[in-house]
């Protein structure tokens, strides 16, 4: 996974991602940190999608917040990375992309 293949609006999900483990506590950006950032655009392709197809957004955030709840949590240090799972839907995405 090459981080400069990626599009703008994808580098601002990771960050907010990024953003979201750290407020968190959570040292591993997981696939989970990802789908909260991009619930939480209200500008997004996802919410578009998601609302065109009468998916409860609300109810998907409450779960995947809950989910981050349980999550690993450190403290003294802001050193997150990106974890195997996110790794592995990045990478896919960048498959996919070039396909």
């Known amino acids: 996974m090459n981080m400069q293949n ?3 609006k994808s580098i601002e999900a990771v960050n907010t991602a990024t953003q979201i483990a ?4 959570n040292q591993q950006i997981t696939s989970l940190h990802l ?8 500008n997004g392709l996802i919410i578009g999608l998601l609302k065109k ?3 409860s957004i609300n109810e998907i955030l409450n779960v995947t917040s809950e989910y ?3 999550l ?3 403290s003294g ?6 974890s195997a ?7 896919a995405a960048e498959k996919q992309a070039k396909d």
């Open 85 to 91: 799972d996110l790794t592995k839907v990045l990478t």
């Open 6 to 8: 990626l599009t703008q």
């Open 35 to 42: 789908l909260k950032a991009l619930l939480q655009d209200e």
């Open 22 to 25: 750290r407020e968190n506590g």
């Open 68 to 70: 981050i709840n349980k």
């Open 53 to 55: 197809s009468n998916v």
């Open 72 to 74: 690993p949590k450190v």
């Open 77 to 82: 240090g802001s050193n997150e990375y990106i």
